[in-house]
């Protein structure tokens, strides 16, 4: 047994000193003053939670393992808070079989420091128009189907993907991305484009695509997905189609949350991902979805890589920021400390959202009988974001030097402290 002393944890909406007692992997007692002569850590007064859920990550392995691993990727989540997250597909092998899926489910669970869940490739190596077995990786394992990095390119390729995903029960999963709209872009276009003379890539590229899909979501039924989500169309066709009762939900990353293409000065590749960072209105855009509740989930799309290639010119760095390690002091500090949202919308959009969605057997309250999967933050003491500090491989993020509040201090997986700051 072991018990964490003089912890704040939510309880109706107010912050409140408790004492949490762990058996095994389970909490079996939250109170008050609990004396109990066991293995103690002491949380002098730091914020505990449930432990932070991220659907969309990139752990590299197999296939990248210079850029992560899943033993780095997962130490990097405990590191941000994580307890669970969903890795995607575009590894080397891709998992687009059920023996894939059950090879790497395997790896994952030998390797990885959180629950690391995985998801399947919609159709061979991210890209064949002929769709994968998703029945046979959903009985593998798989939670949830997607091409990540690769937009699905044909309606009829997405429609049979879709009528798989719905017979098994799993969501499937848009990263949107129009190929014949591209023209080598690979900032947004707009007037920032225009001022660096670097490619632009047009929003349309991905509203257009999502308007397509969100008509096929609705004739199949399925539980369609919209991966980080960043334009203001966007926002207004989910808004749309979830008042027409299509089972769509959406994920908005922390960065399109908090910069816009003029945050990008010069050619600097720690600004380049995809989608690209939008312009200011699609960034109020997208906070006023995730406000509303249009915008279900946070998701970081963790997507570490290697300095050499992050350090070449924008238009040849591969696309992708790391944020497992900053995502919940950035959001913290920036949505719920200016007084945007508060802790309790914040940690909604980060935990109880992605389980319910992904219906993820994890914990969303610190009460008996849950889980022992929690993190503590200090919410007093500010801290700069340093990469030096990093678990991941990845030291690729624009964040570098933010000063943010919301450190993790520590990290319960399954009732085992896995990750403690020094
Ligand atoms: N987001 C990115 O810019 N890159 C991701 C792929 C993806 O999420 O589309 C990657 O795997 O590096
Ligand atoms: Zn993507
Ligand atoms: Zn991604």
Same mark, same amino acid.
């Given at each position: ?31 008050? %003053? %609990? ?49 669970? &997250? ?53 009985? $593998? ?5 997607? %091409?990540?990095?690769?937009? &699905? ?7 049979? $993907? ?24 690979? @900032? ?26 969100? @008509? ?5 039924? &399925? ?95 591969? =696309? ?7 995502? =919940?002091?950035?959001? #913290? ?19 109880? $959202? ?44 624009? =964040?570098?030097?933010?000063?943010? #509040? ?17």
């Amino acid at each position: 047994m072991q018990l964490i002393k003089n912890a704040k944890i939510l309880e109706d909406s107010h912050l409140v000193t408790r004492d949490v007692l762990i058996d095994g992997k389970k909490i079996v007692k939250v109170s008050e %003053n %609990n004396n109990l002569k066991v293995d103690t850590f002491d949380a002098k007064g730091a914020f505990l939670s449930s432990g932070l859920v991220d659907v969309h990550v990139h752990f590299r392995e197999p296939g990248f393992d210079y850029k992560e691993t899943i033993a780095t990727g997962s130490q990097a989540a405990a590191r941000g808070g994580f307890t669970t &997250v969903i890795a995607m597909p575009n590894l080397n092998p891709v998992p687009d079989t059920a023996e894939r899926i059950a090879a790497q489910i395997k790896l994952n669970e030998t390797n990885g420091t959180v629950h690391v869940k995985q998801y399947g490739a919609v159709s061979a190596d991210l890209i064949a128009s002929k769709i994968s077995d998703i029945s046979g990786m959903s009985a $593998a394992g798989a939670v949830a189907f997607s %091409n990540d990095g690769k937009g &699905v390119q044909t309606a009829d390729t997405m429609l049979q $993907a879709m009528v798989a995903a719905a017979k098994a029960d799993k969501p499937l999963v848009a990263h949107l991305e129009d190929d014949s709209l591209l023209h080598g872009g690979v @900032m947004n276009a707009g007037k920032q484009s225009k001022k660096l003379e670097i490619p632009g890539i047009t929003g349309l590229a991905e509203s257009s695509q999502l308007a397509r899909d969100l @008509m096929l979501a609705k004739a199949t039924g &399925v539980h369609y997905h919209v991966a980080h989500i960043s334009t203001k169309e966007s926002v207004a066709l989910v808004r749309i189609a979830k008042l027409q009762g299509v089972n769509v939900t959406a994920e908005v990353s922390p960065h399109h949350l908090l910069l816009s293409d003029t945050d990008i000065k010069g050619d600097n590749a720690l600004f380049k991902m995809n989608p690209p960072l939008r312009s200011q209105a699609d960034r109020q855009a997208v906070l006023a979805g995730l406000l509303d509740g249009t915008i279900d989930m946070i998701a970081t799309d963790h997507a570490p890589h290697g300095t050499a290639e992050k350090n070449k010119p924008f238009r040849e760095a591969p =696309f992708g920021i790391t944020g497992i390690e900053t995502s =919940f002091q950035l959001l #913290y500090t920036h949505l719920v400390r200016s007084g945007v949202m508060t802790l309790e919308t914040l940690l909604q959009r980060m935990i109880s $959202a992605p389980i319910a969605s992904f219906k993820l057997e994890a914990p969303t309250e610190i009460k008996p009988g849950e889980t022992a999967d929690l993190a503590l933050f200090d919410l007093e003491h500010q801290k700069t974001i340093s990469v030096d500090k990093f678990k991941s491989k990845g030291k690729n993020t624009p =964040f570098i030097g933010w000063q943010v #509040y919301g450190n993790t201090l520590a990290t319960w997986v399954d009732g085992q402290l896995v990750y403690q700051s020094l």
